[in-house]
């Protein structure tokens, strides 16, 4: 039994009073009676006499899983999550394979590494999982990775009862405009001046001021009216059709930094650890050009300040303690459906958060603020041999979860995966089969070139572009936690930085994969200029359509408004980039470029 659907109205049983709750609640009467008739037989229940587990799956947003940590300096009161861990296993250094929403869903989904997430969208072939607006393809019958092969149909195959609540984002097509033409258009070299306007700057700011309601009333209402659907489906379906996976993907702690009262209230402001904020031209010229379009250097007196940083990463730590109580919520159904100890919790996040760290906010980036994530896994007593307790420091990531749910729920592997099961973990805290290194990547919106990076042992690299355009940054991250210290500037650790770089490309041919992304990029950015006729009022903000049609044609109004400081100096980069061969153009470390630009 397969169930998937999304209902923004919250399931009422005493008043079906909307046509989304009645057609839910059909829903759910038809799985009940379906999932009585399969699971009758024990033969579903057991695999070759092994009980298998009831799995519910948590999965949230923006997550740094430091912040996890038994030892964490923060001090976020999460209970619920500590109780997990206390019966379970903490990995305590788990990666996302790629920092942000839909390609990390859609890498863990598939148990693929990004760059191995070929799919057909748009009528175009894919190479990959490469921004926010690719993911696998976009019905059962696409080729390349599609929804068919990720891990709820194979474990409903499995003969698990399946239901998929909340945010699911690992399809190709979703996600906004800005984020399509800000992700094609990384190797355009748009105009921009930092003193006269923060630089091309069209993300917000910075994280923009935090936002606290009254009391006890939730910024995150779409989240807790998913998991009425979620937590009503284990106890009236699931707990009768075993074994079932119960998934719930949340939109907290996602930025905006919103939350209410009663969290807020809840945070130790004194713990709040206050990033300093080097001077501009000391960043690395691929990290000035995100902090510029994550609009942290704009030139506005509130920003970089001790009140500003702290506001947004209290605001940040107190949507993690309300997502901690949503996590309780769960426990507390299974606990009351008499299933705790058949059940195993799994815990973890699609990306992290920079907590204006390294003067960004959002995720996007290789620091371990934005692709260090937690990952929790408990299992109920009934599975004895899952016996450790503790936590993991072995070097693990999300293309190792396919392989693990489908070894927990004794169904056979797919070919093609990335990943390795984390079971032996469960076992005993140890795997021999469990690589020593792990990767990340991105290519998206808010970067101006393709990073990669390697992490083996206390020793993180990240490569940029083809790996001839600038300096790699290496960092021992037991001595320099923070990142500080670029390591790969120094001339006597040349030996250290070609051993990273060869632990890379024996799992990825980075410079191969940054041209890949360059070409498909200018691609699907000419198949979008023939496809919509209003291409170029929409590139350069002045589509005069009703307020009621702009869905769907509108970038980010920051973006017109810099492209008429103007206009022909911006179409001048535009068309360098988009007629030219595809190539990867370094990052631009200076302070302004091509300004004022031709009007």
């Not at 490309?505 to 980075?510: A, D, K, T």
């Not at 990029?521 to 009621?548: D, E, F, H, Y």
Request: net charge negative; charged share 15%.
């Amino acid at each position: 039994v397969f169930l998937f659907f999304t209902c923004p109205t919250k399931l009422d049983m005493s008043r079906i009073d909307s046509i989304c709750e009645y057609n839910m609640y059909l829903l759910l009467l038809a799985s009940a009676v379906c999932a009585a008739a399969s699971f009758a037989d024990d033969g579903a229940w057991t695999n070759g006499g092994k009980k298998r587990p009831n799995i519910v799956f948590l999965h949230d947003e923006s997550t740094d899983g430091r912040l996890y940590l038994p030892d964490s300096p923060a001090g976020i009161p999460i209970p619920n999550i500590r109780s997990l861990q206390a019966r379970g296993v903490n990995f305590e250094n788990h990666y996302v394979n790629v920092p942000i929403c839909c390609p990390s869903r859609s890498s863990m989904w598939s148990g693929r590494q990004p760059h191995n997430v070929h799919h057909m969208h748009n009528g175009l072939w894919v190479r990959g999982a490469w921004n926010n607006y690719e993911g696998v393809g976009i019905n059962n019958t696409s080729p390349g990775v599609n929804e068919e092969m990720l891990i709820g149909p194979n474990l409903e195959k499995a003969g698990y009862s399946v239901s998929i609540q909340g945010k699911t984002d690992w399809v190709s097509g979703g996600h906004d405009l800005t984020t399509m033409v800000d992700s094609w258009s990384i190797y355009a070299r748009f105009p921009y001046s930092v003193p006269e306007q923060g630089g091309f700057h069209i993300w917000g700011e910075c994280g923009g001021n935090l936002s606290v309601l009254p009391g006890n009333e939730s910024a995150h209402k779409g989240d807790w009216n998913a998991l009425a659907v979620g937590t009503k489906w284990i106890t009236e379906i699931g707990s009768k059709a075993q074994p079932f996976f119960a998934y719930q993907g949340f939109n907290i702690v996602h930025p905006d930094y919103n939350t209410s009262q009663v969290y807020i209230d809840r945070i130790d402001r004194s713990k709040i650890k206050i990033p300093f904020w080097r001077p501009l031209n000391e960043l690395h010229p691929c990290d000035l050009q995100t902090t510029l379009k994550k609009g942290c250097a704009l030139p506005v007196s509130y920003q970089n300040t001790t009140q500003h940083k702290q506001d947004v990463i209290a605001g940040y730590y107190a949507m993690i303690a309300e997502y901690d109580d949503m996590v309780g919520a769960y426990i507390k159904t299974v606990e009351d459906s008499g299933l705790t100890s058949s059940t195993i919790f799994v815990l973890s996040s699609d990306h992290g958060d920079m907590q204006m760290q390294h003067q960004q906010f959002y995720k996007m980036v290789a620091y371990e603020a934005s692709s260090h994530v937690p990952l929790v896994i408990a299992a109920g007593s009934d599975f004895t041999s899952y016996k450790f307790r503790g936590g993991v420091r072995h070097l693990t990531s999300h293309v190792d979860m396919f392989p693990t749910f489908m070894e927990l729920a004794g169904a056979p592997l797919p070919d093609g995966l990335d990943g390795t099961s984390l079971v032996p973990f469960l076992v005993s805290g140890e795997s021999p089969k469990q690589p020593t290194s792990v990767i990340s990547q991105f290519h998206g919106e808010n970067l101006v070139m393709s990073w990669y990076m390697v992490r083996e042992g206390e020793m993180k690299a990240t490569f940029w572009g083809t790996g001839k355009e600038h300096v790699p940054q290496v960092f021992n991250l037991t001595a320099d936690p923070d990142e500080d210290t670029n390591l790969a500037l120094d001339k006597s650790n040349a030996a250290l930085v070609q051993h990273l770089e060869e632990v890379l490309l024996r799992q990825v041919n980075y410079p191969e994969v940054s041209m890949q992304v360059a070409e498909d990029n200018i691609a699907m950015a000419k198949w979008w200029v023939q496809s919509q006729p209003m291409w170029a009022c929409i590139v350069n903000g002045t589509c005069q359509l009703p307020k009621r049609t702009r869905n769907g044609v509108d970038l980010n109004p920051e973006w017109g408004q810099l492209w008429q400081l103007g206009p022909a100096g911006y179409w001048k980069a535009w068309y360098k980039w988009i007629n030219s061969a595809p190539a990867v153009v370094p990052c631009d470390g200076a302070m302004s470029h091509d300004w004022p630009p031709a009007q």
